[in-house]
């Protein structure tokens, strides 16, 4: 079965530290993976895609395939960085719908 | 440019009552649409997505149903309302073969009292 587990619901670090968001996967094909994030008052987006092994907005996330881990990585945090974030994996199905299954979510606080 | 609307933003009804739920995607075709929901305390779920006008499938067994009677509208239903059913509802869409990234809209707040 398909399982993102995102261990910590809440989050706080000060302004300037290192950020660390955990996601832990189960699947039991080639994962495709993201990172999706809600700021205050704001939709849902995509934050990033472990293909495209890019840096946004000073984030990072690695798959690793031995830990089944996708980890959410940044720095030095920074107070806009306050929101709800999600792990989520994707399948496709038999019509080609991309399907994603998300974590429970983290709500990171960057405190002053 | 894209854009998904939902509507109504919130919403209180009382146990037993019908559901009506409506999203619309505009400045795209055939797209795939999602109902997602949110309950206190949880993630995301996944409830419904539609490939095209009339093919709805369904993720979980639930009191809820969805239809798509134009291509980008995307209805979310029920009968009678549970307590259980309380949640954030959000709905997404995704151009098929072209992005990887879904979509999504506002949400609605549903309160079941």
């Known amino acids: 079965a398909q399982r993102v587990t995102q261990p910590e619901k809440l989050l706080s670090v000060f302004k300037g530290a290192p950020v660390e968001l955990k996601c832990n996967y189960s699947?039991?094909?080639?994962?495709?993976l993201f990172w999706y994030v809600q700021y205050s008052r704001q939709r849902l987006q995509l934050l990033l895609r472990h293909i495209s092994r890019e840096s946004i907005k000073g984030f990072t996330a690695d798959l690793n395939k031995g830990e089944t881990s996708f980890h959410l990585k940044k720095p030095f945090a920074q107070e806009e960085d306050s929101a709800m974030y999600y792990c989520?994996?994707?399948?496709?199905?038999?019509?080609?719908?991309?399907?994603?299954?998300f974590g429970q979510g983290t709500r990171l606080t960057i405190n002053p | 440019s894209q854009t998904i609307h939902q509507w109504p933003a919130t919403l209180v009804q009382p146990v037993g009552s019908p559901l009506s739920l409506e999203c619309t995607v505009e400045g795209t075709s055939n797209p795939n649409l999602y109902w997602y929901r949110q309950a206190a305390g949880r993630g995301l779920q996944l409830l419904f997505y539609s490939v095209g006008i009339g093919q709805i499938s369904s993720e979980v067994p639930q009191n809820l149903s969805a239809s798509r009677p134009q291509d980008r509208q995307f209805i979310l239903s029920s009968k009678k309302l549970l307590l259980s059913d309380s949640g954030f509802y959000l709905c997404?869409?995704?151009?098929?073969?072209?992005?990887?990234?879904?979509?999504f809209g506002p949400g609605t707040r549903l309160t079941v009292t």
């Open positions: 989520a994996l994707s399948s496709f199905s038999l019509q080609g719908a991309q399907k994603l299954v």
């Open positions: 699947y039991s094909g080639s994962p495709e």
């Open positions: 997404a869409w995704r151009t098929p073969g072209q992005s990887y990234e879904q979509y």
